[in-house]
């Protein structure tokens, strides 16, 4: 489908009662056709187009507005982000709010309201509403950029006629989540930091400092003990297998990245994400913090108990997270409580499930959920801060030991050169 040109295609009817619009649209026979329209707005243009039975595919001021429809196809935009999709909520929502139909605030959005890369996907969407599409249909087309949670708040928002403060608390949620997974990227960028440049570092010494003190001693003839003969050893490896090795890393990588579709690889990750002495307080955190929020979120909107676990389940690939949201399910389609559904798991802590039922009884849960999730975040950043001061000291010794094994057993020979130049 064909996006909006970056210059209006709306007529604000307050300033002109008419105009002329130009269009394309696919016709009955599955012919695409031109074609000029004398109408209030685009909107009409678009309701009469589909009352004859046409397709709509672009609608503007002009010829030349609708024949550049095909300047940005939907497969050259951007990556979608988390937070991309929050300012377009927050921007629909407070245009909303102050009485701007959707199609207008959608071509506003298309025009400045959003990042330039984030552009054309916003302008598909405002032509398939143009178009008559409900905007949480458009949303659902692209479920692998769009969340479940966003598409499930602009439905509600549709049914009960509440779009702006949905789209506003779809917004906040996004917000919460993009700051969230910033956080843990962040978190997790020391340690991968310190992994990269140990393996960088050893792996220099060992194929260009090495080969050099190991020609010196030759020359020399010192004795080599056995650690400076060990990593002689590795450095001749590395230097002449290194095709050899490039390509059975190569190979562990493409095997490691089919395995994880496999059930055992998923449960062991599971096991270390869940079970590591230091991953595993982040890692339960986490998921108590998002779950939360997104019960909360739902809940709030007037979404039902079982939809909104159902898009709960769908949060995370782990495969521990959906056994857990598949036996809640299970328990509350056989008339249980949540409370006695989450009891009976042990993936969230007491705190929590007590919290829980406290705001089943007094009728308070999305309130009481919301409140447990500001918990669990603030939880979280403490998590994540003793997480990476335990890890800090750690690699940093761990990798202070490895390098200076290798200084020391580049270093030992001297002592035998020296022997055998006061000789």
Same mark, same amino acid.
């Given at each position: 489908?064909?996006?909006?040109?970056?210059?209006?295609?709306?007529?604000?009817?307050?300033?002109?009662?008419?105009?002329?619009?130009?269009?394309?649209?696919? &016709?009955?026979?599955?012919?695409?056709?031109?074609?000029?329209?004398?109408?209030?707005?685009?909107?009409?243009?678009?309701?009469?187009?589909?009352?004859?039975?046409?397709?709509?595919?672009?609608?503007?001021?002009?010829?030349?507005?609708?024949?550049?429809?095909?300047?940005?196809?939907?497969?050259?935009?951007?990556?979608?982000?988390?937070?991309?999709?929050?300012?377009?909520?927050?921007?629909?929502?407070?245009?909303?709010?102050?009485?701007?139909?959707?199609?207008?605030?959608?071509?506003?959005?298309?025009?400045?309201?959003?990042?330039?890369?984030?552009?054309?996907?916003?302008?598909?969407?405002?032509?398939?509403?143009?178009?008559?599409?409900?905007?949480?249909?458009?949303?659902?087309?692209?479920?692998?950029?769009?969340?479940?949670?966003?598409?499930?708040?602009?439905?509600?928002?549709?049914?009960?006629?509440?779009?702006?403060?949905?789209?506003?608390?779809?917004?906040?949620?996004?917000?919460?989540?993009?700051?969230?997974?910033?956080?843990?990227?962040?978190?997790?960028?020391?340690?991968?930091?310190?992994?990269?440049?140990?393996?960088?570092?050893?792996?220099?010494?060992?194929? @260009?400092?090495?080969?050099?003190?190991?020609?010196?001693?030759?020359?020399?003839?010192?004795?080599?003990?056995?650690?400076?003969?060990?990593?002689?050893?590795?450095?001749?490896?590395?230097? =002449?297998?290194?095709?050899?090795?490039?390509?059975?890393?190569?190979?562990?990588?493409?095997?490691?990245?089919?395995?994880?579709?496999?059930?055992?690889?998923?449960?062991?990750?599971?096991?270390?994400? @869940?079970?590591?002495?230091?991953?595993?307080?982040?890692?339960?955190?986490?998921?108590?913090?998002?779950?939360?929020?997104?019960?909360?979120?739902?809940?709030?909107?007037?979404?039902?108990?079982?939809?909104?676990?159902?898009?709960?389940?769908?949060?995370?690939?782990?495969?521990?997270?959906?056994?857990?949201?598949?036996?809640?399910?299970?328990?509350?389609?056989?008339?249980?409580?949540?409370? &006695?559904?989450?009891?009976? =798991?042990?993936?969230?802590?007491?705190?929590?499930?007590?919290?829980?039922?406290?705001?089943?009884?007094?009728?308070?849960?999305?309130?009481?959920?919301?409140?447990?999730? &500001? @918990?669990?975040?603030? &939880?979280?950043?403490?998590?994540?801060?003793?997480?990476?001061?335990?890890? =800090?000291?750690?690699?940093?010794?761990?990798?202070?030991?490895?390098?200076?094994?290798?200084?020391?057993?580049?270093?030992?020979?001297?002592?035998?050169?020296?022997?055998?130049?006061?000789?």
């Amino acid at each position: 489908m064909a996006t909006l040109p970056p210059t209006p295609s709306v007529v604000d009817t307050r300033t002109e009662s008419r105009a002329t619009f130009a269009y394309r649209a696919v &016709d009955l026979d599955g012919r695409e056709s031109n074609g000029n329209m004398a109408a209030a707005n685009a909107q009409e243009v678009a309701r009469r187009l589909r009352a004859e039975g046409r397709t709509v595919l672009a609608i503007g001021r002009d010829e030349a507005l609708a024949a550049s429809a095909q300047v940005n196809p939907p497969s050259r935009r951007g990556r979608t982000r988390r937070s991309d999709l929050a300012a377009l909520c927050r921007h629909l929502g407070t245009m909303a709010e102050a009485g701007v139909p959707l199609s207008e605030a959608l071509e506003a959005a298309a025009r400045e309201g959003v990042r330039p890369e984030f552009r054309p996907f916003v302008s598909e969407i405002a032509l398939e509403v143009l178009s008559g599409t409900p905007l949480s249909q458009a949303f659902a087309l692209r479920g692998r950029e769009v969340p479940a949670i966003v598409v499930a708040l602009t439905r509600a928002a549709e049914s009960t006629g509440q779009l702006g403060p949905m789209l506003l608390r779809a917004a906040e949620h996004l917000q919460r989540s993009d700051s969230m997974a910033k956080q843990l990227r962040a978190a997790a960028t020391y340690p991968v930091f310190m992994l990269a440049a140990g393996t960088t570092v050893v792996t220099g010494l060992l194929i @260009f400092v090495l080969p050099r003190f190991a020609k010196i001693y030759a020359d020399r003839g010192a004795e080599l003990p056995w650690a400076t003969k060990i990593l002689l050893a590795a450095s001749n490896g590395l230097r =002449e297998h290194a095709v050899a090795l490039g390509a059975a890393a190569l190979m562990v990588v493409i095997a490691t990245m089919l395995l994880a579709r496999t059930g055992a690889l998923q449960r062991l990750v599971d096991a270390l994400r @869940f079970g590591a002495p230091i991953i595993r307080g982040v890692t339960r955190t986490a998921f108590v913090a998002v779950s939360c929020r997104t019960l909360a979120t739902l809940l709030a909107s007037g979404i039902h108990l079982l939809d909104a676990i159902a898009i709960c389940r769908g949060l995370s690939r782990s495969r521990r997270t959906e056994l857990f949201w598949n036996a809640v399910d299970a328990r509350l389609r056989d008339g249980g409580s949540l409370v &006695d559904a989450l009891r009976a =798991e042990t993936l969230l802590p007491p705190t929590v499930v007590s919290m829980v039922a406290a705001g089943e009884r007094s009728g308070r849960l999305p309130e009481v959920l919301s409140r447990a999730a &500001d @918990f669990a975040e603030e &939880d979280l950043a403490i998590a994540l801060k003793q997480a990476t001061s335990l890890l =800090e000291p750690v690699l940093v010794l761990v990798f202070g030991s490895v390098l200076g094994a290798v200084a020391i057993a580049l270093l030992l020979p001297l002592f035998s050169v020296a022997s055998v130049v006061s000789h």
